[in-house]
């Protein structure tokens, strides 16, 4: 009996050393995720939190065994960190122009009461939570913009190198032809030289009908 085997073998692309420079920058972009993330967890940002541990998950893949998986997942997470920067810069536009909280209370005649206050981006007499949480939003608006820019970086270079490696194979495509037609010129040259020709092949010979008289041959004896 005869098993048959199939092998998945995949061939990756080994990143280039432009990409492996850039390796460094990338740890650093994920020191930053982390840190951002503990501070969002200590203010209690469970949402914000939770899409930092994400997006460095995402980016601990795209770093492991070199940079192998890098041009799996760069483009899109590209486009989640400028999904999230716009969200965040928003934000933190807003806000820098002053927080605004606001309370509601039952005055002593039973009708509800709603007070809007107007606080600076940093205060520090509203104590360290307040500060940290302002902190936390530059953080998340920084981490998103670095990170876009980095995906950005990576997705030219591999843009490029993708183009060059075209551009090479049509060249080596075009120098073998070159390269045979020059060997059959050649080759030409050196038949004629030596007095061969390339015959052109003839056609198959037919049998045809005999158009003429026919005569009949006999053997005349002569009688003794």
């Known amino acids: 009996m005869v098993v048959p085997m199939t092998a998945d073998i995949s ?74 920067f716009i969200s965040y810069a928003l934000r933190l536009m807003t806000d820098v122009l002053g927080k605004i909280e606001i309370s509601a209370s039952r005055a002593k005649d039973g009708h509800p009461t709603v007070m809007q206050t ?6 520090l007499s509203q104590g360290f939570k307040y500060n940290l949480e302002s902190i936390s939003e530059i953080l998340t608006s920084l981490c998103c913009g670095v990170g876009m820019w980095l995906s950005l970086c990576v997705y030219r270079m591999m843009s490029e190198q993708d183009a060059e490696e075209v551009s090479g ?20 040259q050196a038949m004629s030289g030596t007095g061969e020709v390339f015959a052109s092949p003839t056609p198959t010979e037919r049998p045809q009908h005999f158009i003429g008289k026919a005569y009949k041959i006999t053997d005349d004896t002569d009688d003794d």
């Open 11 to 84: 061939f990756a692309r080994p990143p280039s050393q432009a990409l492996l420079d850039l390796r460094w920058q990338w740890i650093a972009f994920g020191c930053l995720l982390v840190i951002t993330a503990i501070i969002l967890c200590y203010v209690g940002d469970v949402s914000d939190c939770l899409l930092f541990i994400i997006l460095f998950a995402f980016l601990y893949e795209m770093l492991r065994d070199g940079c192998q998986e890098m041009h799996k997942y760069v483009s899109m997470y590209g486009a989640l960190l400028a999904l999230a």
């Open 169 to 188: 194979s049509g060249r080596a495509q075009e120098e073998r032809r070159r390269a045979l037609g020059s060997l059959e010129t050649d080759m030409r």
């Open 118 to 123: 107007t606080h600076n981006f940093f205060d």
